[in-house]
């Protein structure tokens, strides 16, 4: 098949909200298509690793002498439509005219394995040749799917769930089996699709594989009314998810994004191999502190997680650990369908026979997650609020009579979180937001008080409404103090309460902090600027380390 029937895919499921309509679309692509195409178009559906060809900005830059368009009017026409590869493709319309249109028909391994990849070795003037024939050779209504390709920038309202579903249906066979299937390493290949799509079930071909994890839901009040001897409770982690495999003796530790990570963290695999039998474990990697016993900053773990290879210097200076908190397979016996009791269970049973048995020491590198009994809710919700003390994020509340279901399904577990960190902060800067939010200023900027100069110290997004958008938006516009390209510094007058995980100290930002996962929770309109917070007082929040 070729570019053209993807391209026509994509905007049918693109214009599509009923998720049975979206499973029909792609069945019929599916059973239309050869296996080789299709497995690319899982490939980029599902955004299994997509190679960016070409950055977003130089693909601008180079349109814009390939067409001599002004790069002002291109970003302006950016501010209003929030998507490069849509900007481009909409200037195209009106650039390009009766073509022969030669690369139509290019089938996605021919254009993904051949044609693009020598966009990464060409010197600027012969990309520009390279994207002017790619353009001017295909129907303008493919223009915006080889952008978003070119720049790796492929998305579309299709999870991998989305895929499961349809592929299950499509063969008739369990969502679970090919949700397996699917997890890891996805290499586009005629072979690989039809592992996919095999009625044979071979447990073989999925020895290296992680099972789909199981995903705890937000703290639902209603539970409460439940006897708390029902459930399990755990401290909640602030580390990476990864389940750790030992099977037929070869180690994989897999990321709950579908990663295979045992590169970054050598040790473990190390450590794990003197156990003698074969497991399935789910848990959490943490840097540890082995004096205190207590976890560091996940900032220090990605500093692991970007190098696949440490040395024994950074292994020494971030040590990691790896606690271990449910038994989905030992010995090559699926543990799923047993309730969390039993598993627990087992668990304990084999973590302390691994331990005593094993010629190495692991107690430092692998541990298991502790259980806490609170004797009511109110002393649960007591261990919640200081959760912070044990370095944790809150709880984790798991139905003892639970199995381990793949998603995030109710009524099994739920992260029960300890109340964010909270500043208020001064409106500094704006800049325009993207997608559906093309044309509005969605993306700000937040400043705290030193010394009477207002230092910015976080950005944020998310938690404002529509309507208190659009009326920041217009205040914005009529408050701007300065323009630099997209972003737009404004008047210091407007104050916000901002929310946020975790505080730690950082050299890379002029406030000297960096925190995770800020958001707005309130516009402060009762409140002058001057009683915003101040430097001091976010260095308060900083734990010691």
């Not at 391209?7 to 239309?32: R, V």
């Not at 997509?50 to 790069?71: A, M, Q, V, W």
């Not at 191999?273 to 773990?301: C, H, Q, T």
């Not at 975790?502 to 890379?508: D, E, F, G, V």
Request: aromatic share 12%; proline share 3%.
């Amino acid at each position: 098949m070729s570019l053209k029937k993807f391209s026509e895919l994509y905007l049918d499921l693109d214009s599509c909200n009923s998720t049975n309509k979206k499973i029909e679309i792609l069945n019929n692509y599916f059973s239309s298509n050869e296996d080789l195409e299709n497995a690319w178009t899982i490939y980029l559906l599902t955004g299994k690793k997509n190679k960016r060809f070409i950055s977003g900005s130089l693909l601008k830059t180079l349109f814009s002498e390939i067409y001599e368009y002004p790069l002002w009017l291109i970003d302006s026409c950016y501010l209003k439509v929030g998507d490069s590869s849509e900007v481009i493709s909409l200037l195209l319309r009106n650039k390009i005219i009766g073509r022969n249109y030669k690369y139509q028909n290019i089938s996605l391994n021919e254009l993904l394995n051949k044609f693009l990849p020598d966009l990464y070795i060409l010197k600027e003037e012969d990309k520009k040749l390279r994207l002017k024939e790619i353009w001017e050779n295909i129907p303008k209504e493919n223009h915006l799917v080889i952008n978003k390709i070119l720049t790796g920038t492929f998305r579309v309202g299709v999870s991998i769930g989305l895929i499961t579903k349809s592929i299950a249906k499509l063969i008739n066979l369990e969502e679970a089996i090919i949700s397996h299937r699917l997890m890891g390493d996805f290499i586009p290949s005629p072979e690989t699709y039809q592992l996919l799509i095999s009625k044979k079930i071979n447990p073989s071909e999925l020895n290296y594989k992680p099972y789909p994890f199981l995903l705890a839901n937000t703290f639902d009040k209603k539970i409460i009314d439940k006897s708390i001897n029902d459930f399990q409770f755990e401290w909640k982690w602030d580390g990476i998810r990864i389940q750790l495999i030992k099977r037929d003796g070869k180690i994989s530790i897999w990321s709950r994004g579908q990663e295979l990570v045992n590169k970054s963290f050598p040790e473990l695999v190390e450590k794990i191999v003197f156990i003698k039998d074969d497991f399935v474990v789910d848990g959490e990697l943490l840097v540890w502190n082995s004096i205190e016993d207590l976890p560091m900053n996940f900032s220090l773990l990605q500093k692991r997680l970007n190098r696949k290879e440490p040395s024994r210097k950074i292994q020494k200076s971030f040590p990691i650990t790896f606690i271990a908190y449910d038994l989905l397979e030992i010995d090559g016996e699926d543990q799923r369908e047993f309730n969390l009791k039993n598993r627990r269970i087992n668990l304990e049973n084999n973590f302390y026979k691994w331990l005593n048995e094993s010629e190495e020491d692991l107690s430092n590198i692998f541990k298991i997650s502790k259980l806490i009994y609170p004797k009511n809710w109110k002393e649960a919700e007591m261990f919640k609020n200081n959760s912070r003390d044990n370095g944790t994020e809150g709880l984790v509340i798991k139905n003892k009579n639970s199995n381990y279901s793949p998603g995030r399904k109710k009524g099994l577990w739920w992260k029960y979180k300890v109340d964010p960190m909270q500043l208020d902060a001064v409106l500094i800067y704006a800049k325009g937001g993207t997608g559906i939010r093309a044309g509005l200023y969605t993306d700000y900027s937040f400043g705290l008080w030193k010394d009477g100069e207002l230092i910015k110290f976080a950005s944020a997004y998310s938690g404002l409404n529509n309507t208190e958008i659009k009326e920041l938006d217009k205040w914005i516009r009529q408050n701007t103090i300065e323009r630099f390209g997209p972003v737009r510094s404004v008047k210091p007058k407007m104050v916000f309460e901002i929310s946020f995980e975790n505080i730690q100290r950082s050299k890379r930002h002029k406030s000297g902090i960096a925190v995770r996962f800020p958001r707005i929770t309130k516009w402060r309109k009762d409140k002058f600027i001057q009683d915003a917070d101040t430097l001091e007082n976010a260095q308060k929040l900083i734990l010691s380390e």
